[in-house]
């Protein structure tokens, strides 16, 4: 295999929305601990930390590489487990009739392995449980998001 061949996952959804909703769901703590994390700090500026903890083996760090309100929100991993340390991750957002397109992509992983796999298909799983939180309000329990 190509060493230097980086794989990618990318997942697009229409949430029935406001772009400032779907973007304060995707970029404030308080929102962040209602669909994927268990604990969130961080303020969506260029150049601020993150921290996301999910549990005590799983407390990561991440920089803001872009925050553009209402537009487009992208994280690099600093601290995380080793397939995710090179991979930075975000959201896009483009207004439509119907709601907002969130266009999410995850790049930089260096490896096609079984967490890049498992990877793909929790955030797929997660990002249909941000858009029930942003369309309905519902908050999955933590203990059973994937």
């Not at 697009?12 to 994927?36: C, F, Q």
């Not at 760090?61 to 930075?88: C, G, I, P, Q, Y």
């Not at 483009?94 to 397109?101: A, C, H, M, R």
């Amino acid at each position: 295999m190509n060493s230097n061949k980086e794989y990618s996952i990318y997942h697009d959804l229409v949430i029935l929305g406001t772009p400032k909703r779907v973007y304060d769901a995707v970029s404030l703590p308080e929102h962040l601990n209602n669909w994927w994390t268990l604990k969130c700090t961080g303020t969506p500026k260029q150049g601020t930390v993150y921290n996301l903890y999910f549990a005590p083996e799983y407390d990561w760090m991440a920089e803001v590489v872009s925050a553009t309100s209402n537009e487009s929100f992208h994280l690099r991993m600093t601290r995380s487990s080793e397939d995710w340390s090179t991979t930075t991750f975000g959201f896009d957002l483009e207004e439509k009739n119907e709601g907002v397109l969130l266009k999410f992509s995850h790049l930089g992983w260096l490896h096609c392995n079984n967490e890049f796999r498992n990877s793909s298909f929790c955030w797929a799983m997660l990002l249909n449980g941000l858009k029930q939180y942003v369309e309905n309000g519902h908050i999955v329990p933590f203990e059973e998001r994937n």
